[in-house]
């Protein structure tokens, strides 16, 4: 097939949104699907464009795929306001890709979502050609932007709101992460049978258990004796990860107890500077680390914390998930009863759970990992990934349906989610 993928993000970002887009367009490609991709030049976690990639447009091929590449706004402080234009940016600078390429013919355009409303840039093409689009959900931005009050101005967001309604109804079918998000867009209007769930992966040829002794502790300066709390991921503001730092202030008496901190974001300097404020000897933040070494760098911990604000309920999965259980680490999940996020990790035993924003909670949760109370919690973490998780199954399974309907040309209905 010839597939048209457009979305901001693109490897070789290591994380979120562009590692899997990238690792999805490359299997595409290795199966013998001519794919182009319009995005971005690399940016993300750390809200900086690469200093190779810097300039304006430029193209290249990377694992077989055709990557064009456009330049847009990259703020350095991330406000509501500022990604609203960064992305708008993106999208008017991709204009110049998009021109030509509604006279050309695709058997399948992808949008990645978000941004919500690249999906209006591909809608002409279907308009025009009749080609399918599929809009594929990772994070419900309209609905995160008003419960997390990134965006406080009601009319801009009811005005978000009915473009990414109308939006939903218009594109051929919709893919999204979790079964959580497949209620909350069925709510928007959108017919469940249009819906496809298509929950993001690990690769289990570099993510996998790793012995405490071949794990990144000793490169690190830890030793067998010494506790590690970590939080790796995205340092940004769904996370609430000022929690962390006070709970590390509330556990200075538990002997050789380090928080560590892995990662890039908009909040990380503001974290690290609280940090500073409160003399919190105990916690220690490091960059990004190499995509090979992440198995022995999850492996170090003896908790995994995967925390979320209550408002960002079934809004976003927690993609640092999936590795976690891939390593069968901990989980220390803060999730509220009755969101998707909550019922599969207490239904398949992959780690605790506790409320989210409640620092008692979140304390105790430690302290009773930390002394093995709560060690049956996680007993199911590494058999559901390897069960369920699995890149290639969930690529082939996806890409299956993919050919099926572009070739009837039909929108899905036909297919069980």
């Known amino acids: 097939m010839r597939i048209l993928i457009y979305g901001i993000n693109y490897a070789p970002e290591l994380t979120g949104i562009g590692k899997y887009t990238g690792e999805m367009a490359a299997h595409f490609a290795s199966i013998g699907d001519e794919v182009e991709v319009i995005t971005a030049p690399p940016y993300y976690p750390q809200w900086k464009v690469k200093e190779e990639y810097r300039g304006g447009y430029r193209q290249e091929t990377i694992d077989g795929v055709r990557v064009l590449r456009c330049p847009l706004y990259v703020p350095t402080e991330v406000t509501g306001v500022r990604r609203i234009l960064h992305e708008v940016s993106f999208v008017v600078s991709s204009l110049w890709y998009w021109l030509p390429r509604y006279f050309r013919t695709y058997d399948l355009i992808l949008c990645i979502s978000p941004p919500f409303h690249l999906g209006f840039v591909a809608l002409p093409h279907k308009w025009?050609?009749?080609?399918?689009?599929?809009?594929?959900?990772?994070?419900?931005?309209?609905?995160?932007?008003?419960?997390?009050?990134?965006?406080?101005?009601?009319?801009?967001?009811?005005?978000?709101?009915?473009?990414?309604?109308?939006?939903?109804?218009?594109?051929?079918?919709?893919?999204?992460?979790?079964?959580?998000?497949?209620?909350?867009?069925?709510?928007?209007?959108?017919?469940?049978?249009?819906?496809?769930?298509?929950?993001?992966?690990?690769?289990?040829?570099?993510?996998?258990?790793?012995?405490?002794?071949?794990?990144?502790?000793?490169?690190?300066?830890?030793?067998?004796?010494?506790?590690?709390?970590?939080?790796?991921?995205?340092?940004?503001?769904?996370?609430?990860?000022?929690?962390?730092?006070?709970?590390?202030?509330?556990?200075?008496?538990?002997?050789?107890?380090?928080?560590?901190?892995?990662?890039?974001?908009?909040?990380k300097s503001r974290l690290m500077a609280m940090a500073e404020e409160m003399n919190l000897d105990n916690v220690v933040f490091k960059p990004l680390q190499p995509l090979k070494r992440l198995a022995a760098s999850l492996a170090a911990a003896d908790v995994h914390l995967v925390l979320q604000k209550k408002a960002a309920a079934d809004l976003v999965m927690p993609s640092k998930l999936t590795n976690i259980l891939a390593v069968g680490g901990h989980a220390l999940v803060t999730a509220e009863a009755g969101t998707t996020l909550h019922d599969v990790v207490s239904e398949h035993h992959l780690g605790t759970t506790i409320e989210p924003e409640?620092?008692?909670?979140?304390?105790?949760?430690?302290?009773?990992?930390?002394?093995?109370?709560?060690?049956?919690?996680?007993?199911?973490?590494?058999?559901?990934a390897a069960k369920n998780l699995d890149k290639e199954n969930i690529l082939l399974g996806f890409r299956r349906i993919l050919t099926l309907d572009t070739k009837q040309h039909t929108s899905w209905k036909s297919h069980p989610s």
């Open 128 to 267: 025009i050609h009749g080609t399918p689009v599929i809009n594929h959900i990772q994070d419900l931005q309209v609905d995160a932007a008003r419960d997390l009050e990134m965006i406080r101005q009601e009319g801009l967001l009811q005005l978000l709101e009915r473009a990414e309604r109308w939006l939903l109804r218009q594109v051929t079918a919709i893919s999204t992460i979790s079964t959580g998000m497949v209620r909350k867009i069925v709510k928007k209007g959108v017919n469940r049978e249009n819906i496809v769930l298509f929950p993001n992966w690990v690769d289990q040829n570099l993510v996998y258990p790793v012995s405490r002794e071949a794990s990144a502790r000793s490169d690190w300066g830890f030793t067998d004796h010494d506790r590690i709390v970590l939080y790796a991921g995205n340092l940004g503001e769904k996370q609430g990860l000022e929690d962390v730092l006070f709970v590390a202030e509330r556990l200075r008496d538990i002997p050789n107890l380090t928080f560590l901190i892995i990662g890039e974001g908009g909040a």
């Open 358 to 384: 409640d620092i008692n909670a979140l304390e105790k949760g430690i302290r009773e990992i930390l002394s093995g109370q709560r060690a049956a919690d996680c007993r199911g973490a590494h058999a559901f």
